[in-house]
């Protein structure tokens, strides 16, 4: 199956049906009690500077048990599936002194993940989307890192987009089907993502769907930058998403209103994949796959949502409760795109009628 017979393909299904994202990578990876070894594998040995937490390096030195977290997924009712890529940009890689190897930790994340999933096809012939995961890096364009100092900026948009850039070309010739930009706590780096993506189908002549998943920091319903959900949406409109959603940070009880708002206004299809829950006070998550079931069941029966997945403290258990929740059940309606001008600063700006 080529890619865009299977992106035509499951764009289908998802007229009919809620579609299931994969969950955590990180969460689960904890549990095969790696150690320093695992990180450097022989490639690295002499790297000067510790690897240990740097999980999409795991793809070169550990690519075997990226690929049982990927088959797990699968075997839960996961038919997307993220790539181990969350961290991988030469901004976010500069921690480890890693730079020179991002774009091959993109193809490589992106391969294992179309291998697994090629696996399953061929099981039983129906299609499954890798999604190429394009984190937030770990700097902001819209703040300051320091309160003393409001203009200052550890990195330009320039060199942002430069460095996206770089990932999502790895990612489109790794053989991912769509970019999930995710986990965007500042609207300015989602652009920039967005800008270096663009460029990336330029340059290689392949164009991918877009899908943008912001995050909502605290129970305020704002994005880290300071912008409600719908003045989110309206700075990513533009782009015309092939998905737009929220994930992260909150668990399915606080993030309940701000996607009922974000179902309110796009016009596109919307995802959710929060959190097991708030980290409690030993830095675990307490929402279990049973107690997340009843939220994501109540969420589909309200008409809320086209895609389900689960973000920080899932486990596959978590997403086979997940699909159980939204089997059966009619995806949320889609409306017809409204023309009128929308704009956003931190609040929504609409044009009257």
């Given at each position: 199956?080529?890619?865009?017979?299977?992106?035509?393909?499951?764009?289908r299904?998802?007229?009919?049906?809620?579609?299931?994202?994969?969950?955590?990578?990180?969460?689960?990876?904890?549990?095969?009690?790696?150690?320093?070894?695992?990180?450097?594998?022989?490639?690295?040995?002499?790297?000067?500077?510790?690897?240990?937490?740097?999980?999409?390096?795991?793809?070169?030195?550990r690519?075997d048990?990226?690929?049982r977290?990927?088959?797990?997924?699968?075997?839960?009712?996961?038919?997307?599936?993220?790539?181990?890529?969350?961290?991988?940009?030469?901004?976010?890689?500069a921690?480890?002194?890693?730079?020179?190897?991002?774009?091959?930790?993109?193809?490589?994340?992106?391969?294992?993940?179309?291998?697994?999933?090629?696996?399953?096809?061929?099981?039983?012939?129906?299609?499954?989307?890798?999604?190429?995961?394009?984190?937030?890096?770990?700097?902001?364009?819209?703040?300051?890192?320091?309160?003393?100092?409001?203009?200052?900026?550890?990195?330009?948009?320039?060199?942002?987009?430069?460095?996206?850039?770089?990932?999502?070309?790895?990612?489109?010739e790794?053989?991912?089907?769509?970019?999930?930009?995710?986990?965007?706590?500042?609207?300015?780096?989602?652009?920039?993502?967005l800008?270096?993506?663009?460029?990336?189908?330029?340059?290689?002549?392949?164009?991918?769907?877009?899908?943008?998943?912001?995050?909502?920091?605290?129970?305020?319903?704002?994005?880290?930058?300071?912008?409600?959900?719908?003045?989110?949406?309206?700075?990513?409109?533009?782009?015309?998403?092939?998905?737009?959603?929220?994930?992260?940070?909150?668990?399915?009880?606080?993030?309940?209103?701000?996607?009922?708002?974000l179902?309110?206004?796009?016009?596109?299809?919307?995802?959710?994949?929060?959190?097991a829950?708030l980290?409690?006070?030993?830095?675990?998550?307490?929402?279990?796959?049973?107690?997340?079931?009843?939220?994501?069941?109540?969420?589909?029966?309200?008409?809320?949502?086209?895609?389900?997945?689960?973000?920080?403290?899932?486990?596959?258990?978590?997403?086979?409760?997940?699909?159980?929740?939204?089997?059966?059940?009619?995806?949320?309606?889609?409306?017809?795109?409204?023309?009128?001008?929308?704009?956003?600063?931190?609040?929504?700006?609409?044009?009257?009628?």
């Amino acid at each position: 199956m080529t890619r865009e017979e299977r992106l035509a393909a499951i764009t289908r299904e998802m007229q009919k049906r809620i579609l299931i994202l994969d969950g955590s990578m990180g969460a689960y990876l904890q549990g095969f009690g790696l150690t320093s070894n695992d990180f450097h594998g022989e490639r690295f040995v002499e790297h000067p500077m510790s690897l240990k937490g740097d999980s999409d390096v795991l793809v070169l030195t550990r690519p075997d048990i990226v690929t049982r977290v990927h088959e797990a997924y699968l075997a839960a009712g996961a038919e997307i599936i993220s790539t181990n890529t969350f961290t991988a940009t030469p901004v976010s890689q500069a921690e480890y002194a890693l730079e020179e190897v991002v774009y091959e930790i993109n193809v490589e994340g992106a391969r294992l993940a179309r291998a697994a999933c090629d696996k399953f096809e061929a099981q039983d012939c129906k299609p499954r989307l890798v999604a190429g995961s394009v984190g937030p890096t770990t700097k902001l364009l819209s703040m300051s890192p320091d309160v003393g100092d409001p203009g200052r900026r550890d990195i330009g948009f320039d060199d942002m987009a430069t460095g996206y850039n770089e990932q999502i070309r790895g990612l489109i010739e790794g053989g991912a089907d769509v970019l999930l930009i995710e986990t965007i706590t500042d609207t300015l780096n989602a652009k920039a993502a967005l800008w270096g993506a663009w460029e990336a189908f330029d340059k290689l002549g392949v164009e991918l769907p877009l899908w943008i998943s912001g995050t909502i920091t605290d129970r305020s319903g704002r994005t880290l930058s300071g912008q409600t959900v719908e003045a989110f949406y309206n700075s990513i409109r533009h782009a015309k998403p092939w998905a737009v959603g929220l994930n992260c940070a909150l668990g399915p009880a606080d993030m309940r209103a701000f996607l009922a708002d974000l179902s309110r206004v796009a016009e596109c299809p919307v995802s959710a994949y929060p959190n097991a829950g708030l980290p409690n006070a030993m830095g675990g998550y307490d929402e279990t796959a049973c107690s997340m079931e009843t939220h994501y069941a109540e969420w589909a029966r309200a008409g809320l949502v086209n895609i389900v997945g689960g973000c920080c403290g899932t486990t596959p258990e978590h997403i086979a409760h997940m699909r159980h929740a939204v089997e059966d059940v009619k995806p949320r309606a889609i409306p017809v795109r409204d023309d009128r001008l929308r704009l956003a600063g931190l609040e929504p700006f609409n044009a009257a009628a």
